[in-house]
């Protein structure tokens, strides 16, 4: 499994950013996926998961209601719709893999993408 995050960069306080992953070797269906992140100087913490079957949906507290997890079965991605954002959202976005969950450490994950946000 090889997974490939995108669409990370320098946004302002209270916009958005999409960030996608994109799985090769084998189908997001097969997999529960998501994402983690890591701000600067602290650990790495879990954002949001949804599970193989597509039927559950997870996210830790600090982004319920801004963040939005999704999939493409046709693009065999994972998406991560953020908005208003703010500027604890700053961190290097990893998305990752893993069954039946990612908690508490998935097998499979990304290279990580960037996302500042500017206040």
């Known amino acids: 499994v090889q997974l490939q995050a995108s669409g990370g960069g320098l946004v302002q306080a209270g916009g958005s950013l999409r960030l996608s992953c994109a799985m090769s070797?084998?189908?997001?269906?097969?997999?529960?996926t998501g994402w983690f992140r890591q701000a600067p100087g602290k650990e790495r913490e879990f954002v949001a998961e949804?599970?193989?079957?597509?039927?559950?949906?997870n996210y830790a507290e600090s982004v319920e209601g801004r963040f939005t997890i999704s999939r493409d079965s046709a693009k065999n991605t994972v998406n991560l719709q953020m908005n208003n954002l703010a500027s604890e959202d700053t961190a290097v976005y990893y998305c990752?893999?893993?069954?039946?969950?990612?908690?508490?450490?998935?097998?499979?994950w990304g290279q990580g993408t960037k996302v500042t946000v500017s206040s």
């Open positions: 990752a893999a893993d069954f039946p969950r990612l908690i508490p450490v998935p097998r499979y």
């Open positions: 949804i599970s193989a079957s597509g039927l559950s949906i």
């Open positions: 070797g084998r189908a997001v269906t097969e997999y529960a």
